[in-house]
């Protein structure tokens, strides 16, 4: 039954799934408008309805990366941050109480309407937290746009002390990663860190993953699709193919903290794959 109701939700538009979600939603936002919305740090929360990006409790994996960031990324209070795929403020909101006032956060993201709503929900509080939109193509989220293959980060060399990509690698293609890992690069200072999620294959999560609830079964040259029809759905990469790419960008070590999506049996960290570049 999941597996045919994704198989719908992907075959559905970008604007239809977003619509198709406020309608699932409708009577459980109309409940919480009616029981008074969430805050945190004075923010309001987006409704269930309202979220399209991943699942889950939105609030709650923004708190628990706001810890990642912190541990495995070496984030401090006095670092500029850039947040790559911002969505509606999933990891910027429980930042607010952490990075100082004097410090900067930039986010951007490829869907117009969620850049707006974090202007209008985070920034006229936090006038520090900048957000823009990226006019990009990607058949999970947008309908139109550029190639993230040539994207210019809007930022100039060495602005940044740490940066972070969140579901986004999950789904772009590969040349649009490899210029991802170029650009932040470019854009983060020297000794600074790059935190970003993968579903990464290696042999382990190739035999696992076979039987969980994340099949990668079309397989592209070195990447692997989840659906045929809407490639961004869900993206694999081969985890040494990912090292050659970050080493060829300039990132001269990594280290992995492996999920468990893929059912894989050691002890994991979170459920995506996650990578520190530094």
């Not at 210029?179 to 993968?198: H, M, S, W």
């Not at 039987?211 to 397989?219: G, H, I, L």
Request: hydrophobic share 35%; with cysteine.
């Amino acid at each position: 039954m999941k597996k045919h109701l994704r198989s719908f939700f992907y075959a559905l538009s970008p604007q239809g799934r977003r619509l198709f979600r406020r309608f699932v939603y409708f009577p459980l936002d109309t409940y919480l408008k009616l029981r008074g919305k969430n805050y945190y740090n004075g923010i309001e929360l987006p409704l269930p309805g309202e979220i399209f990006t991943g699942g889950g409790d939105f609030l709650k994996n923004g708190l628990i990366f706001k810890k990642y960031f912190i541990k495995l990324g070496k984030l401090s209070k006095n670092n500029d941050v850039l947040d790559v795929g911002s969505g509606l403020g999933r990891m910027a909101i429980p930042l607010t109480d952490f990075i100082n006032e004097n410090n900067r956060y930039e986010g951007f993201d490829v869907v117009k309407t969620a850049v707006i709503d974090c202007q209008h929900r985070i920034s006229s509080k936090f006038p520090n937290f900048s957000f823009h939109h990226a006019s990009l193509e990607n058949d999970l989220y947008t309908s139109s746009g550029k190639s993230a293959q040539g994207y210019s980060f809007p930022f100039e060399k060495n602005t940044f002390d740490f940066a972070w990509a969140t579901s986004v690698f999950t789904h772009m293609d590969p040349d649009g990663v490899m210029n991802y890992l170029n650009e932040a690069r470019r854009v983060i200072r020297p000794g600074g860190r790059f935190l970003a999620t993968f579903f990464l294959m290696d042999h382990e999560s190739k035999k696992c993953s076979l039987n969980s609830k994340y099949p990668f079964r079309y397989k592209i040259n070195d990447t692997w699709y989840m659906s045929k029809k809407t490639k961004g759905a869900n993206v694999a990469f081969d985890s040494q193919i990912i090292l050659n790419w970050a080493k060829d960008a300039g990132w001269k070590n990594t280290s992995i903290y492996f999920g468990r999506w893929s059912g894989r049996p050691e002890e994991t960290t979170d459920f995506q794959d996650i990578i520190v570049f530094h």
